[in-house]
Nanobody, 119 residues
């Protein structure tokens, strides 16, 4: 079993910053990509940012230039630094960690953390 736990959500004013953390633990033989997705009620979950084990990153168009994803492989932890936050960034942010077990990739999701951008 793999557990994925996010932290760092909260209320922030427009233009402010927030950093989310995501740690994967449990039976992990190989941890590949880690990523952040977000979802608002009535809409599909969308990719915010992801980072491969090699460090290669990928960002959603709406956050490019404002958000930065990075990771600490020794701690199985990924971070999402969010700057210049806008009201439209308000959502539940979910972390996804892809592990490989017996050659089969498995997607593991956290429970989500709420980010609210409001004055």
């Amino acid at each position: 079993q793999v557990q994925v736990v996010e932290s760092g959500g909260g209320l922030v004013q427009p233009g402010g910053s927030l950093t989310l953390s995501c740690t994967a633990s449990g039976s992990i033989s190989s941890l590949n990509s880690m990523g952040w997705h977000r979802q608002v009620p009535g809409k599909q979950r969308e990719l915010v940012a992801s980072i491969a084990s090699t460090g290669t990153t990928n960002y959603g168009d709406s956050v490019k230039g404002r958000f930065t994803v990075y990771r600490n492989n020794a701690k199985n932890t990924a971070y999402l630094q969010m700057n210049s936050l806008k009201s439209e960034d308000t959502a539940v942010y979910y972390c996804n960690a892809v592990t490989v077990r017996r050659g089969i990739p498995q997607s593991n999701w956290g429970q989500g953390t709420q980010v609210t951008v409001s004055s």
